[in-house]
């Protein structure tokens, strides 16, 4: 059975950095879509960044590009997304999702098949 596990997620003043991580297991294969998603209280889900584990392509909304670096260590099944210079409005519960697929729009969360318990991300000015 596939499984997420999110970890890393806590408190920090503006300007700040986290590491998050995510552990996959039950996957039997390498070729899918592995990341992160969002989402703040009243605002709906929304991509962060993702990695195709097998072409190593990596995907970033606009708000986390030059900021957010998604990473994979595929001899771990491990996924880290560093975040730095981190804003109030990147407060929000970030989930690890993955996909059975690389087809699609790697950044909607409706393609996206398994997903973590999420981790919180607080973020104080």
């Known amino acids: 059975e596939e499984q997420l596990v999110e970890s890393g997620g806590g408190s920090v003043q503006a300007g700040g950095s986290l590491k998050l991580s995510c552990t996959a297991s039950?996957?039997?294969?390498?070729?899918?879509?592995i990341g992160w998603f969002r989402q703040a209280p009243g605002k709906e889900r929304e991509g962060v960044s993702i990695?195709?584990?097998?072409?190593?392509?990596?995907y970033y909304s606009d708000f986390a590009k030059g900021r957010f670096t998604i990473t994979s260590d595929n001899t771990k099944n491990l996924v880290r997304l560093q975040m730095n210079s981190l804003k109030p409005e990147d407060t929000a519960v970030y989930y690890c999702?993955?996909?059975?697929?690389?087809?699609?729009?790697?950044?909607?969360?409706?393609?996206?098949?398994?997903w973590g318990q999420g981790t919180q991300v607080t973020v104080s000015s």
């Open positions: 990695i195709d584990r097998s072409a190593g392509d990596t």
């Open positions: 999702a993955a996909s059975d697929t690389s087809m699609g729009h790697a950044l909607d969360h409706n393609e996206y098949d398994y």
């Open positions: 039950g996957f039997g294969r390498d070729d899918y879509r």
